[in-house]
């Protein structure tokens, strides 16, 4: 009985002998899988894997991106790898944002030594948000009256040349700054996560935005619309002191998760470096024509298209023919003047949104043609555009012209026309002369707004014109004032004639 008893008790050591055996193996088998066991460094150099590396396009392990821009506020905890990072922000805070210069030896020679232009933006992040971003920005607006989105705190900045905020780009600012210089911008975002989100009842999470940078370089005409590079990263903003709050709840979750759970998750780093993006849609619309104060060469007068170039050396106007006038000038109406037509495809209604200063729509009307925008209602564009921009693209699509304040008809008197108007007083022949006029529309009702009206019409500069006299009575010549323009009858016609300035190489214009 006694060795009977014995039986189970050799099974037992026997069988805890084999579980302390397998035990240590799995034990051996955690430990060549730990962290520490080996490098993944090691192991990618090993041969099968250099050869497998080798067949990867050189584009993919050789592209060093032009610009590198680093948002100097710490990454979240709780992302998972292979997640983009997440960044917290405190409302109205200043976060540094260097722009830093990481070409290579010889890459982009053409901007050595020369400003580039970066704009900035704050969006959503949510695809549902970014097709009504427009609704959603004139609501903050109309709720946060005089705020903005995004600002520069001007006096941190470092290497911020010319800033600009435009007034009805709430989440835009832009600057000019050197490559090879130090350059940190200092940013502020006084909107919230949760100031967007659908329901507002108390815990909900808020919405996250994207900060986003784009670069442009100068062209030739001294513009800067060529797109050198794009960086971006998601972000969330919480109201003064909340950001720090939400990171250090994140870290002590993460701190309480198993060794395997963490492993799951990215660390925190100190800052956020910007990752390459697609250019924004916008921005191939805003840059065709730039900001005031970013071109190389400054005109105190608007100009035509004809002579926008620095290059361009305009005509004296004696010179011009009444025939190229009046070709240039109706090229110039119809191209201003044009109505959306209903065969338009849709990538001719994008450019008559941007020609008609609709670039802010651009991207919600990506699929619409003209037949699809001219079948909207008055009500459907107030929804989708908001009340002011609504009525204003409701009448441009529809064609609605506001009448002048003043309007007046001119035409340049020729060499030709004189002889025969002469003719024609001294009896000497039949005046059959043939006379074009052109309509001036004025609604100032200055000088100056004349004077450029006339520059447009002999595609000058202003600064060719001295001045402007009226013939009056007995042939005299009466310098026209703001006042007399304002006493002229509406629909009046003169004759133009010029006279060479006696000071400068300018002309004096006489309105006969």
């Given amino acids: 009985m006694a060795w009977a008893l014995k039986l189970p008790l050799a099974d037992e050591v026997i069988e805890s002998g084999l579980v302390q055996d397998f035990d240590a193996s799995l034990s051996g088998i955690g430990q060549e899988l730990g962290a520490g066991a080996y490098s993944m460094s090691d192991v990618l150099a090993l041969p099968i894997f250099k050869q497998e590396e080798s067949n990867l396009p050189p584009e993919s392990d050789n592209k060093i991106l032009p610009f590198q821009y680093v948002l100097c506020a710490a990454t979240s905890p709780a992302v998972k790898l292979h997640d983009e990072t997440l960044t917290y922000l405190n409302q109205g805070q200043s976060y540094e944002i260097r722009m830093l210069d990481n070409r290579k030896m010889g890459e982009l020679p053409e901007i050595n030594g020369k400003m580039v232009k970066s704009i900035i933006r704050v969006v959503f992040h949510d695809r549902r948000l970014q097709y009504t971003e427009h609704q959603q920005l004139e609501g903050w607006r109309w709720n946060r009256p005089g705020d903005r989105i995004l600002d520069l705190d001007i006096p941190m900045s470092v290497g911020v040349v010319d800033p600009r905020a435009n007034p009805t780009q709430l989440n835009t600012v832009e600057f000019l700054w050197d490559p090879s210089k130090r350059t940190s911008v200092f940013i502020q975002v006084h909107c919230i996560s949760t100031e967007f989100t659908m329901r507002k009842h108390g815990g909900e999470k808020g919405v996250p935005f994207r900060i986003q940078i784009d670069t442009f370089k100068e062209n030739e005409a001294g513009e800067y619309t060529e797109h050198l590079h794009s960086a971006s990263c998601q972000i969330k903003v919480f109201k003064p002191k909340g950001a720090d709050r939400k990171q250090k709840t994140d870290r002590e979750k993460m701190e309480k998760r198993a060794p395997q759970e963490k492993e799951k998750y990215q660390p925190s780093y100190e800052t956020t470096i910007l990752t390459e993006c697609s250019p924004w849609p916008e921005a191939t619309y805003v840059n065709n024509s730039p900001s005031p104060g970013f071109n190389s060469t400054h005109n105190s007068f608007p100009v035509t298209e004809g002579n926008g170039s620095p290059s361009h050396q305009p ?92 309007t007046i008809y001119v035409c340049q008197e020729s060499q030709q026309a004189r002889e025969q108007h002469q003719k024609h007083e001294n009896g000497d022949g039949t005046n059959n002369t043939f006379f074009v006029y052109h309509a001036i529309y004025l609604e100032d009702l200055t000088a100056v707004e004349l004077t450029e009206k006339l520059a447009q019409l002999f595609s000058i500069s202003p600064r060719q014109i001295s001045q402007i006299f009226k013939q009056g009575p007995t042939g005299i010549h009466v310098l026209v004032s703001d006042e007399m323009i304002q006493n002229f009858q509406d629909e009046v016609c003169f004759v133009l004639d010029t006279m060479k300035a006696e000071t400068n190489d300018g002309y004096h214009i006489i309105l006969k």
């Fill in 315 to 406: 005509e004296p106007v004696a010179q011009l023919a009444d025939v190229s006038l009046s070709c240039h000038l109706l090229r110039r109406e119809s191209e201003s003047n044009q109505n959306l037509l209903p065969t338009a495809t849709p990538q001719e209604a994008q450019q008559w949104l941007h020609r008609n200063r609709f670039s802010p729509f651009c991207r919600l009307f990506t699929n619409f043609s003209g037949a699809d925008l001219l079948k909207l209602t008055r009500e459907d564009v107030i929804q989708i555009c908001g009340p002011a921009d609504g009525i204003r693209l409701f009448n441009a699509l529809k064609g609605r012209v506001v009448r002048p304040r003043l």
